[in-house]
């Protein structure tokens, strides 16, 4: 923490002041917050303060109200955006072995094939199905792929779509597989080519906002991974039952490695293949 994002004396929240605060951000986000994130919250509040001149809580949150622009910023700020090239790749080992062959089972050639990463992040993760399936499924120019990214995080989304990583991101991946993706090195990160920028589709959705999750149509399949875990129950069962409504009948939803739907009342069915456990919207009869 540095002095300009350090809470100026006496201007810390109240106690009451920091439920309002983490309020807000959980109408907004579906992110629980409390007493226990206290200091972590408090680093944000106090960028904003700075980053817009406010000297008191009160005032700030009296802001929150009226910029959408400034409410906007403060979500980004407490998104969790850690990801990288390649992560779980296992799960994109059971999209092409198992849960592609039986989607596209039910197509013919040629027919659409919807993907959607939600929450995206900066694009690592809608980006690595994009080349694991290049890579590793034969029947990928078969069938018209849509690949579709989503985050509540717009500064995230901007850092997607110019597709630009460093080395941490790149790590997992193949050094001959980065060589056919990303251009050459420049300042220390690389960007990925853009016939594969071009591939994948990026845009602002909210997994606890219905509107904003239907207006991205319905998929085959859904990578929500590693979010579920920062949401309570009542933001859990809001998200589960609007990633049930996103999915085509048939379609599969892939969580994070501790993440699970067992104890949550939804409508999905748990599925148990050679190299993951995923959840499925049940076929219409």
Request: hydrophobic letters at 40%.
């Amino acid at each position: 923490m540095n002095e300009a994002t350090a809470p100026a004396p006496g201007t810390a929240p109240s106690a009451e002041e920091l439920t309002r605060l983490c309020d807000f951000i959980y109408r907004r986000s579906g992110i629980a917050y409390g007493e226990g994130k206290r200091g972590y919250i408090e680093r944000r509040l106090a960028q904003g303060m700075h980053r817009t001149g406010t000297a008191s809580v009160a005032t700030y949150l009296a802001l929150l109200r009226l910029s959408p622009a400034e409410a906007e910023r403060l979500v980004n700020s407490v998104t969790v955006n850690e990801t990288y090239f390649y992560r779980e790749e296992y799960q994109l080992r059971c999209l092409g072995r198992a849960i592609l062959p039986e989607i596209v089972a039910r197509r013919g050639p040629g027919d659409r094939v919807r993907l959607w990463s939600i929450p995206c992040s900066t694009g690592e993760e809608p980006y690595s199905i994009a080349i694991w399936l290049l890579e590793n499924w034969a029947l990928v120019d078969a069938y018209n792929i849509e690949i579709v990214g989503s985050d509540i995080d717009s500064g995230a989304l901007a850092a997607a779509l110019e597709g630009r990583y460093g080395d941490r991101s790149l790590a997992r991946l193949p050094l001959a597989v980065a060589e056919r993706y990303f251009e050459a090195p420049l300042a220390g990160r690389r960007q990925i080519i853009r016939d594969l920028r071009e591939s994948v589709s990026f845009t602002p959705a909210n997994l606890v906002d219905a509107a904003s999750m239907a207006a991205q149509g319905r998929f085959d399949v859904v990578f929500c991974r590693n979010v579920l875990i920062y949401f309570d129950d009542a933001s859990q069962r809001l998200a589960t039952r609007h990633l049930f409504e996103a999915l085509l009948p048939g379609g599969f939803l892939c969580l994070g490695h501790s993440e699970s739907l067992g104890r949550l009342p939804t409508g999905f069915a748990q599925r148990r293949f050679e190299d993951a456990v995923v959840y499925q919207r049940p076929a219409a009869a």
